[in-house]
């Protein structure tokens, strides 16, 4: 089968169609076998409390690139889900807490990301509204008082010290039933966190100083064949390849070789793709660092060579990650385009989860980035109106690429990532 090339995908803002008939069709057809499979998956591995997952749309490949457990951006979502929030996390803290009524959240040591915040204000908002007590511990070591920050929205947020009794944490009068992480925990596990009794959603072992990318996408990678034999379609349409390397130091000019080795690899086998389905863009591969998150440690690579041609500049970017934590292991990931755009900026979907529910999501925007890059950068943007209906719901009776079926095969992809997180903390508990 050949695709046809180069299909226009018209701006999002006035139209939500483009050239993914082939994968929607698949899906759409499909569509009872899939929901029967997803809600066995379930049975056997529980959803994360939480997910969020960036997608890239080529038109002829529909895939994830990354896949976060701790994440920001709740201010984004569309306020008519606001209903089917609630409900997600009345029945994600109901498995962990059954009779359980107070949720202590526990941020990333921002004070000043007033974006983070109104995150983290939304965030306390749903699970308030879904008749839970909830209060804010932080981690920072000088909070001695409460501290409470106005923010533009109108809202505010109060920071309270994080405090351990015994085998419980807690704030000042305030012992919950469950213990909810949004920080990544990049440096490692607190202290205070480690040894208590109360549960911990999700697992420490899940932070970004145990997880790697490479070990969720072979997850991934799993769910996706056992999708694609179900649906009867290549994975390699919603699936990106990749390898990774063990340690190397970019700094140092250490596992150079591996790096080649692999890159030259994978770029073989997306060509070998590309040319199976006729394709005439150019293949790529994005270089990652393996663990952490923000966008850091990333960039595109359009041959081999040029992994081990970086200048000083590209070195030092590639070599540390988020709080300065040091690069040593990198993943090698296809790249996948991005032929969406939202007025003349080019643009990607993120898609928000809620327990095993997608509850919408937005469009990140870059005007200075291009189809290959990482659009996960400073000047970045967003356009919260784009997932206006759900992900959830498709309608057969109209076209396979129709704005509501587009979503849906949005969400289908984005809950086989959540899904492959799911087997990753299956995996440590």
């Known amino acids: 089968m050949t695709f046809q090339q180069h299909v226009s995908v018209p701006h999002l803002t006035t139209a939500l169609t483009g050239p ?5 069709s698949h899906l759409l057809g499909h569509q009872v076998e899939i929901e029967a499979w997803f809600r066995s998956q379930w049975l056997k591995t529980p959803a994360p409390f939480y997910t969020s997952v960036d997608l890239r749309n080529a038109g002829f490949k529909l895939a994830p690139v990354d896949t976060n457990l701790f994440p920001a951006g709740f201010n984004n ?14 029945s994600a803290v109901e498995r962990v807490c059954p009779t359980g009524r107070r949720v202590l959240l526990v941020p990333e040591n921002h004070t000043r990301n007033l974006f983070y915040l109104e995150s983290l204000a939304t965030l306390v908002q749903i699970i308030t509204a879904a008749g839970f007590e909830v209060r804010i511990g932080s ?3 000088t909070l001695d008082e409460p501290m409470c920050v106005e923010l533009p929205s109108g809202r505010s947020v109060t920071l309270e010290r994080l405090v351990r009794d015994n085998s419980r944490v807690g704030v000042a009068g305030f012992d919950p039933c469950a213990v909810l992480l949004n920080n990544d925990l990049s440096e490692g596990h607190p202290e205070i966190l480690v040894g208590i009794e109360q549960s911990i959603i999700p697992p420490l072992a899940l932070g970004w100083s145990n997880r790697l990318k ?3 996408f072979a997850h991934y990678r799993d769910v996706a064949e056992e999708l694609s034999d179900l649906v009867e379609i290549d994975s390699w349409l919603i699936s990106p390849l990749f390898r990774n390397c063990g340690e190397i130091s970019f700094k140092k000019r250490e596992g150079e070789d591996c790096l080649l080795k692999n890159a030259t690899a994978l770029f073989t086998a997306i ?5 199976e389905y006729g394709l005439t863009d150019k293949p790529f591969i994005v270089a990652k660092a393996d663990a952490g998150t923000y966008g850091m440690g990333v960039m595109t690579v359009e ?3 040029e992994l081990v041609e970086l200048n000083r500049k590209q070195r030092n970017k590639m070599a540390s990650a988020k709080g300065g934590q040091e690069v040593t292991q990198v993943i090698l990931q296809e790249g996948v385009y991005t032929f969406e755009t939202w007025g003349d900026a080019v643009a990607e979907p993120v898609v928000y989860m809620l327990d095993h529910f997608v509850v919408g999501g937005f469009y990140r925007v870059h005007k200075g980035r291009g189809v290959k890059e990482n ?30 079926n587009r ?4 969400g289908v992809i984005a809950r086989l990532a959540m899904l492959a997180a799911a087997r990753e903390i299956h995996q440590h508990s």
């Open 271 to 275: 060509k070998l793709k590309y040319e």
């Open 303 to 305: 041959s081999p060579d």
């Open 214 to 216: 490479s070990g969720h």
């Open 77 to 90: 979502l569309n306020s008519a889900f606001m209903p089917l929030c609630i409900h997600a996390v009345q």
């Open 20 to 24: 993914l008939q082939h994968i929607e």
């Open 407 to 410: 979503f849906y095969a949005y």
């Open 139 to 141: 981690l920072l070591a």
């Open 375 to 404: 659009l996960n950068a400073p000047g970045m943007h967003f356009e919260p109106l784009a997932f206006a209906e759900s992900c959830s719901t498709p309608d057969r009776s109209e076209a396979p690429d129709a704005g509501i």
